[in-house]
């Protein structure tokens, strides 16, 4: 039955969403790991569904998430590489749970901030965020966010191929080739492939990436089905460094970078940084008992990030590889006086890391400056149960208990040093941390298209292996605690006569001991250490409404406010790279007398913000961009589509911060245009 339901309510938003570039009626799976209309759900999530994403044209993590309330992703001097800042300051910290079909694309101990890359975000069908500490579903690193990239859609019945090609500015080039078809009457396959290169706008910057997914469904009889999943990644792009002076901003300087210790580093080593995954996954469910869904997910997982260190004075490479089994079990009973949903997931990773000096510099002698293993396991319980007060109130619980444990094994010397002295190899050791997370909300539904609710959820961040590991000399007795946060939030939700979505959310989200970079003042070394806490609070605002046949609008906003407390070096000083405001509005014409075309315009808004956490530098004034994309499908098998981003030509910087004793500004990119065709039969 609860099939049924879903594929009804399925169905239904897909009929409306034909009419519309924008979800009206959006549906989400990410929260409990079952497709709900997202009105109906009591938390802030965000949703972009393909359509949009197709109109979007997506070559940037940016171009995929950044028209969401709340949620900014910018792209660092690697190309493909990023920062993130949701319910947070743009930080590269580990309070985000990046996932891709469900399933996380990297262990939680082992977190990468560029983790979006792992995904097949190119390619991407869907996406959704949900806001806040996750819920009992999700352990270490849902903090912030859950971030749930979907892959390859459902088979199609019958056969389709489908050939896409694109072009643009500084040798940009993309192809794409996809194929599904019915095998039988009980099941299916989709796959697909991607390939893009760019010489890039800035020197040092030439990138090239491929993707591929492809998605089997079989439908074994009416009590079970499978669905597998494969994914993969392979990024390669050269590393340009930051400007530290602000005029090669303004003069739209193409430079890798101003710093001589950049292309000191040039000189002698490969500066370029590479991302490889892969991931298989199998997810088994049954319908044996009555109102009973038993799933299983096993999957193996595969990381490799490599990468040249040139915000460190003597560019280290490092080489990290991480292979990864797990599972994820859940279990969902339909009662009649709500819903239970339990489960377990387990994964383990052993990961092998060399960090190394490539080339003397007088300090820093040639060699290995870390090489050590560390053999992960984690184990988490859950339950979550949803309960129907009334007709109108629903109550929801939930209780995670996570255990994660390293184990460690040092191959050089034991608490030994490298030639300068900076490093310090630990000796062989092994860590543990648990935790208890407890969640609730409360929903007053009054009608089907209106929800009120309160949530609270606790979260957690454990210590990553690299913190743990990778020690400086002069911190060797430093231990580190896990971070725990707490979210309030309250929100409305409302759709009105299926012609426009709103949604209205205020949060405020504690993070007690959390693991913050600090810098010793006599030696300038950085290290790592539990502090204070930080606050932080906000709104965040959705609109989405179809004003006739021909115009729709999105708007989204948020106001949020970041702070220490009680932090031993920056007392209660608000947060660096924190905008306080944010703003995307778009508006989306698709004329009725010419069918098939879309064209939409995009402003996009990032207020000021403190430099650095001091305040000794000042602010960054922000910034605001204009794009405008276009698509057109001309007949059921010709589609052209193109766009134009920052179409002003507007000379900025997308990141700016004060540290290492210099002012350090990532550049935007300037105007660009790309174009494209996709024929299909």
Do not use: C
């Not at 069908?125 to 819920?135: N, Q």
């Not at 005029?247 to 970078?257: C, D, L, R, V």
């Amino acid at each position: 039955m609860k099939r049924t339901l879903i594929t009804l309510s399925f169905f239904a938003a897909t009929l409306l969403a034909q009419s519309s570039v924008i979800e009206l009626s959006p549906i989400s799976v990410t929260a409990t790991g079952s497709e709900e209309n997202v009105v109906e759900q009591p938390l802030s999530i965000s949703t972009k569904a393909e359509k949009e994403i197709k109109l979007d044209q997506v070559i940037f993590q940016k171009d995929l998430l950044n028209s969401l309330s709340g949620v900014r992703i910018e792209q660092t001097g690697s190309v493909i590489g990023h920062t993130t800042a949701i319910r947070m300051p743009e930080n590269k910290g580990s309070y985000y749970l990046f996932m891709q079909d469900g399933i996380p694309v990297q262990s939680s101990g082992f977190f990468n901030h560029n983790g979006l890359a792992y995904t097949t975000f190119q390619s991407a069908t869907s996406v959704e965020v949900l806001k806040g500490a996750g819920t009992a579903l999700y352990g270490s690193d849902a903090v912030a966010a859950v971030i749930n990239v979907q892959s390859a859609k459902k088979p199609s019945k019958d056969k389709e191929v489908i050939i896409k090609g694109m072009a643009g500015s500084d040798g940009y080039g993309s192809g794409e080739v996809e194929v599904s078809d019915s095998i039988d009457k009980d099941s299916g396959y989709r796959a697909n492939v991607s390939y893009m290169h760019s010489d890039g706008w800035q020197d040092h910057t030439d990138t090239d990436r491929f993707e591929a997914n492809i998605r089997y469904d079989l439908t074994i009889d009416d009590k079970n089905d499978i669905k597998i999943f494969f994914n993969t990644s392979l990024t390669d792009a050269e590393q340009a460094d930051s400007f530290n002076d602000y005029e090669n901003i303004k003069n739209g300087s193409s430079a890798a970078s101003d710093d001589p210790g950049y292309f000191t580093a040039l000189s002698n080593t490969d500066v370029r940084r590479k991302f490889d995954y892969a991931r298989l996954s199998a997810q088994w469910n049954n319908y044996s008992y009555k109102d009973t869904e038993i799933s299983f997910t096993p999957y193996i997982r595969y990381n490799r990030n490599r990468y040249i260190a040139t915000w460190l004075s003597n560019n280290p490479s490092n080489d990290n590889e991480m292979k990864t089994i797990g599972f994820l079990q859940k279990n969902t009973y339909e009662a009649p006086w709500g819903r239970l949903i339990g489960g377990i997931d387990a994964e383990y990773t052993k990961s092998t890391l060399s960090y190394d000096q490539e080339y003397d510099t007088g300090t820093y002698l040639t060699g290995s400056l870390y090489d050590y293993d560390v053999d992960y396991m984690a184990v988490a319980p859950y339950i979550h149960v949803e309960y129907d007060i009334t007709e109108s109130f629903m109550l929801n619980a939930g209780l995670r208990y996570d255990y994660n444990h390293f184990d460690y094994k040092n191959n050089l010397a034991a608490d030994s040093y490298d030639a300068s002295g900076k490093y310090y190899r630990r000796a062989s050791t092994t860590d543990s941390f648990s935790h208890l997370s407890p969640k609730f909300s409360l929903s007053y539904s009054p009608q089907k298209d209106l929800n009120i609710y309160i949530r609270y959820a606790n979260g957690f961040n454990i210590p990553q292996s690299s913190t743990l590991y990778s020690m400086s000399a002069g911190y060797e007795e430093v231990t580190l605690d896990p971070e725990t946060s707490n979210t309030y939030e309250i929100g409305i939700k409302k759709e009105f006569d299926k012609n426009s979505y709103t949604e209205l959310a205020a949060y405020y989200m504690s993070v007690d001991d959390t693991i913050t970079r600090y810098k010793n003042t006599v030696t300038g070394d950085y290290y790592y250490d539990n502090g204070g806490s930080t606050i932080h609070k906000g709104i965040e605002a959705t609109a989405q409404i179809q004003l006739n046949s021909d115009w729709a609008v999105h708007a989204a906003y948020s106001y949020s406010i970041h702070n220490y407390k009680d932090d031993s070096k920056y007392d209660d000083n608000e947060m660096f790279k924190a905008p306080n405001h944010l703003a995307n509005s778009r508006l989306i014409y698709t004329p009725s007398s010419i069918n098939g075309l879309s064209i939409m315009g995009e402003w996009q808004y990032v207020g000021s913000y403190w430099m650095d956490d001091g305040h000794v530098d000042g602010k960054y004034g922000g910034y605001s961009i204009g794009n405008l994309k276009a698509d057109y499908a001309y007949d059921n098998k010709i589609r052209i589509f193109g766009k134009i981003n920052n179409i002003t030509d507007k000379r900025y910087a997308v990141s700016a911060s004060y540290a290492y004793g210099k002012e350090d500004y990532t550049p935007g990119n300037p105007r660009q245009f790309y174009a494209g065709l996709e024929y299909r039969w």
